[in-house]
């Protein structure tokens, strides 16, 4: 076996002396005539090593490895294959084969290393240069595919596979010029069309992907583009200008934590990187943010949810589908804190960049605070038609509408002039003070007292009524308790009239002696 000695195996070996001299048969020899057996010695017992692999071994690495490729187990081949060319490198067999492994896992680079390696110790295998040439023109290499399949042909004309791979090559370079010209005028449809077929034949070459993405780009549509781009990484080794790119089109999406984690691996292989490692500065904060508003909210801490989406408005002025999520979790943040005004600002400020049912139902509970019951049931109803389906827009209608309904009737929280997110002591305060002013032993006038008399009652049966949780989410939910329409039996007071006597105050004569602690 011819093998081919380096310096890395050799000069360590020359460098290593005896101590002293050794006689040999009564002959004292120098200290140099001894380096020199020495390296004799090494050399025979390095080739005795490696004429130990002996060709058997070497056909059995080789048919184990086809059997291995035949049943798709594609990594144990290639160790076999691995071990087949170790043992010996002038075997142009061990190389084809280990090249059709490669192929087989999309690895093109070094499958064209080894059918490089291929031709270089058999240069008239005529099956290594087709493969070449089909592989050539996978990577978009068109013009050396065209002189591979030009000398294959040059002595087998007839040899289909090379026909066919001479065949493609000019229509592909023409529709390649054509989709380049679709793209400098703008016309991105037929340029995604061409491309489309191109790269079914060459889909290994990173800059026809670009070229797509920047078309699909241009037609607006960023999932595909980012698909592509995506694509770029994966065929070369060093792609950070594709991580930066996909970061990019992940940020604009909207989504902080792709972005980051695209951006990290262009860092990874350019931890200075002039774009990606400005970006990441600014990027890492935002995402922080983002992330931080999103657990706030889950957990319902009103106040931290409010802090960190206000910090994402601030570390991004720009780019609105990242300011979305600020507004998203600010409207809905917002409206759970009791500040339904601002709540309705911001869900307004979220629907102008996405909408969704969501986001019209919290906007739609903001107005119902607010007693805007119209456009409550208009934003119900856009929810709808979003989805047809949306349990909550069609509760929230239902709601919304018997509310309205309501709304010529009495009205408990206007009544004792309290906000709807009022506490029971709320309630009770504002009773006490319209008690006092209403009660009817304050009018001498009989009309006037007539008016008191209603008046006090409509305070009493609002205190009686959002005094008492069950009473109150009925009421809330659009159905007044005290109402004979809603309530079919009973009195409208729970445990009888608040007033004894067929009188709502006992009769004409009655003299009223409340006592207000």
Known sequence: MAMEWTSEVIMPVLATELPTAAPVRGVRISRKMATVLLVLTCFDSFITWVEGVSQTEIDQHLQKGMEL???????????????????????????????????????SRPALADLDKVLQLKSDFTKARVQRATVLVKMGRLDEAHIDAEKVLTKEPDNQEAN????????????????????????????????????????????????????????????????????????????????????QLHYQLGEAEESLKEIRECLRLDPEHKDCYPFY?????????????????????????????????????????????????LCHCQLKGGDTSEAQKACSEALKVREEP????????AFLAEDMLDEAVSDYRKALELDETFQRAKEGIQKAQKRQKQASKRDYYKILGVKRNANKRDVAKAYRKLAQKWHPDNFQDETEKKKAE???????????????????????????????????????????????????FGGGNFQFKFHFN
Not at 89 to 98: I, W
Not at 217 to 245: C, E, F, P, W
Not at 281 to 300: G, H, R, S
Not at 313 to 328: C, G, M, S, T, W
């Open 69 to 107: 490729l035949a049943r798709a187990q594609y990594s144990d081949a290639l160790s076999h294959f691995h071990a087949a060319v170790d043992a010996d490198p002038t075997n142009y067999m061990s190389y084809y084969k280990r090249a059709t492994v490669f192929l087989a896992l999309s690895r």
């Open 164 to 247: 066919r791979v001479y065949g493609v090559i000019t229509p592909l370079q023409q529709q390649i010029r054509d989709a380049q010209a679709f793209i400098q005028a703008k016309n991105y449809p037929p340029a995604i069309e061409v491309l489309g077929e191109v790269l079914d034949q060459i889909p290994w070459d990173p800059t026809l992907r670009e070229l797509r993405a920047d078309a699909y780009m241009g037609s607006g549509n960023v999932i595909h583009a980012i698909s592509d781009i995506r694509a770029t990484t994966k065929l070369r080794s060093d792609d950070t200008t594709g991580y930066y790119k996909l970061s």
């Open 281 to 329: 500065k600014t990027l890492k904060k935002v995402a922080k943010f983002v992330t931080a508003a999103q657990t706030a909210q889950d957990e319902q801490q009103w106040e931290d949810c409010l802090d960190a989406a206000r910090k994402v408005l601030k570390n991004e002025p720009e780019v609105q589908n990242i300011r979305f999520h600020a507004h998203d979790r």
């Open 358 to 365: 969501r986001l019209y139902c919290d906007r739609a509970e």
């Open 454 to 504: 209603k008046k006090f009652m409509d305070i009493a049966a609002a205190k009686e009524v959002l005094s008492d949780q069950e009473m109150r989410q009925k009421y809330d939910n659009g159905e007044d308790p005290l109402d004979p329409e809603s309530q079919q039996e009973g009195h409208p007071f729970r445990g009888g009239h608040p007033f004894h006597g067929g009188h709502p």
